[in-house]
């Protein structure tokens, strides 16, 4: 009787580490998606957590490899949207956020569940064509690293286990990639600075993150529930430029006597 009281609760606390959840069926795994309009679906894995526990969701559409040290989100798909919406979405995928970059894409699906804390998922990879802007070489190298595999990175389930999105650092970096207000916790988790180009190639411009809400005081606020942010290290390098600006060194060289 107590073996099996042991192994019960074993069980009853391993329940929340299960990893599943969201399915993405569309796109499909390799799948050759027309810039333009990106169409998303998704379904129960069958494994726990069900759709049914999970409230709202957020989609990004990223580039890059396993590793959240090589990803790049690209633009938002949908934010703190309803599950009980519905099991599709889709958005616009600008010509301009990225190369043409084979099997580099995939979504990831960050979903709150009703119990705390968040599960992040990622759909299978896909290649977007007729894209025209440029994708990062981290990024780039470590898609070709995986050469050609069309699965996307491995789930990340911190649903109910203490540490949710906002209170401990889940493997490989994932905790930085979730949208800051879908975090709970005593600490939160900011997004590295991504390194800026050395030249412009897209005209219109769409924000990497969604924009917060906001609340004006009127009166005194409650004490702050959060304790610290912390920001992703920085993990891009870029090449010195031996004169990046010729004009202001003439300008310096007028000084030095």
Same mark, same amino acid.
């Given at each position: 009787?107590?073996?099996?009281?042991?192994?019960?609760?074993?069980?009853?606390?391993?329940?929340?580490?299960?990893?599943?959840?969201?399915?993405?069926t569309?796109?499909?795994?390799?799948?050759?998606?027309?810039?333009?309009?990106?169409?998303?679906?998704?379904?129960?894995?069958?494994?726990?957590?069900?759709?049914?526990?999970?409230?709202?969701?957020?989609?990004?559409?990223?580039?890059?490899?396993?590793?959240?040290?090589?990803?790049?989100p690209? %633009?938002?798909?949908?934010?703190?949207?309803?599950?009980?919406?519905?099991?599709?979405?889709?958005?616009?995928?600008?010509?301009?956020?990225?190369?043409?970059?084979?099997?580099?894409?995939?979504?990831?699906?960050?979903?709150?569940?009703?119990?705390?804390?968040?599960v992040?998922?990622?759909?299978?990879?896909?290649?977007?064509?007729?894209?025209?802007?440029?994708?990062?070489?981290?990024?780039?190298?470590?898609?070709?690293?995986?050469?050609?595999?069309?699965?996307?990175?491995?789930?990340?389930?911190?649903?109910?286990?203490?540490?949710?999105?906002?209170?401990?650092?889940?493997?490989?970096?994932?905790?930085?990639?979730?949208?800051?207000?879908?975090?709970?916790?005593?600490?939160?988790?900011?997004?590295?600075?991504?390194?800026?180009?050395?030249?412009?190639?897209?005209?219109?411009?769409t924000?990497?993150?969604?924009?917060?809400?906001?609340?004006?005081?009127?009166?005194?606020?409650?004490?702050?529930? %959060?304790?610290?942010?912390?920001t992703?290290?920085?993990?891009?390098?870029?090449?010195?430029?031996?004169n990046?600006?010729?004009?202001?060194?003439?300008?310096?060289?007028?000084?030095?006597?």
């Amino acid at each position: 009787m107590r073996l099996r009281t042991s192994a019960l609760s074993v069980l009853a606390a391993l329940t929340p580490y299960v990893l599943a959840d969201v399915e993405v069926t569309t796109p499909a795994a390799g799948g050759q998606i027309p810039v333009g309009t990106l169409n998303i679906e998704w379904q129960d894995s069958g494994v726990a957590p069900a759709l049914s526990a999970l409230t709202s969701y957020t989609i990004q559409l990223v580039v890059g490899g396993n590793e959240a040290t090589s990803q790049t989100p690209l %633009i938002t798909c949908a934010n703190a949207a309803l599950f009980s919406a519905g099991s599709s979405a889709s958005c616009v995928v600008p010509a301009g956020v990225a190369g043409p970059t084979v099997n580099g894409f995939f979504l990831q699906f960050t979903s709150v569940a009703s119990e705390g804390g968040t599960v992040i998922n990622y759909s299978n990879r896909f290649t977007i064509t007729g894209m025209t802007g440029t994708t990062g070489a981290a990024q780039a190298q470590a898609v070709t690293a995986l050469g050609g595999a069309t699965a996307g990175p491995p789930t990340q389930n911190n649903v109910n286990n203490g540490q949710a999105a906002g209170g401990g650092a889940a493997a490989g970096g994932a905790e930085f990639t979730v949208p800051y207000n879908l975090q709970t916790g005593l600490t939160k988790y900011a997004p590295m600075q991504p390194v800026p180009p050395t030249k412009m190639t897209v005209n219109n411009y769409t924000p990497l993150y969604p924009t917060s809400a906001y609340t004006v005081a009127t009166t005194w606020m409650p004490l702050p529930s %959060i304790a610290t942010t912390l920001t992703a290290s920085q993990t891009m390098s870029a090449a010195a430029q031996s004169n990046p600006n010729p004009d202001m060194a003439k300008y310096l060289a007028r000084w030095k006597d």
